[in-house]
């Protein structure tokens, strides 16, 4: 649940911000109009990037994908944050390739080997999108410390995603492993 929590903080906070911050004058320097236009581009590189990701999950383990993902969307959010101009904008475009296949995959990995629970844990999983309205706390970032270093927090949230990818969706062997419905291993 947290991850998918925290994923969500990234998402909605790049998508909430993205117009302000390609019409800003040291980055883009365009209208608010103007800026919506890319907008499409980093629906559109998500689109894409579900399905480059699963055409990829058929050779590659979902978690690794998923650890590249999210490690190089800390990249581009830590050059959205550091860069200026075209290559700051750029990169926050970018961003909607690697964002593509988290929502899925953290599903996936997270009601994976659940069993008869599989029911109550997509449940819960489906209440965790709750953490877009987090998106408040990216805000206030904004204001009080600038547009550019408020997605700082988008790359702390990458690292979260990272972090699941490589140990946090692993089983913890609490409970024994299912085959069917009522059945142990």
């Not at 689109?47 to 590249?68: P, T």
């Not at 050059?79 to 995959?105: D, E, K, Q, R």
């Not at 996936?108 to 709750?130: F, Q, W, Y």
């Not at 408020?150 to 609490?174: I, Q, R």
């Amino acid at each position: 649940m947290p991850a998918i929590f925290i994923y969500l903080i990234a998402e909605i906070g790049v998508s909430n911000l993205f117009i302000n911050f390609i019409s800003a004058p040291e980055i883009g320097g365009v209208t608010h109009a103007q800026a919506s236009r890319y907008l499409f581009l980093l629906w559109g590189g998500m689109m894409v990037g579900r399905f480059v990701g699963s055409q990829l999950m058929r050779k590659v383990a979902a978690e690794k994908i998923l650890a590249i993902a999210s490690l190089l969307a800390f990249i581009v959010m830590i050059v959205t944050v550091l860069a200026h101009g075209p290559l700051a904008m750029w990169s926050l475009i970018a961003v909607g390739l690697f964002h593509s296949i988290m929502f899925p995959t953290i599903f996936t990995l997270g009601i994976k080997n659940l069993g008869p629970l599989t029911e109550e844990g997509s449940g819960l999983l489906v209440m965790a999108i709750a953490g877009g309205a987090l998106v408040v706390v990216q805000g206030q970032i904004a204001d009080a410390y600038g547009l550019q270093v408020s997605f700082l927090l988008t790359a702390v949230c990458e690292l979260y995603v990272l972090f699941y990818a490589l140990w946090g969706c692993k089983p913890t062997g609490d409970a024994p492993a299912t085959d069917k419905v009522g059945d142990t291993a």
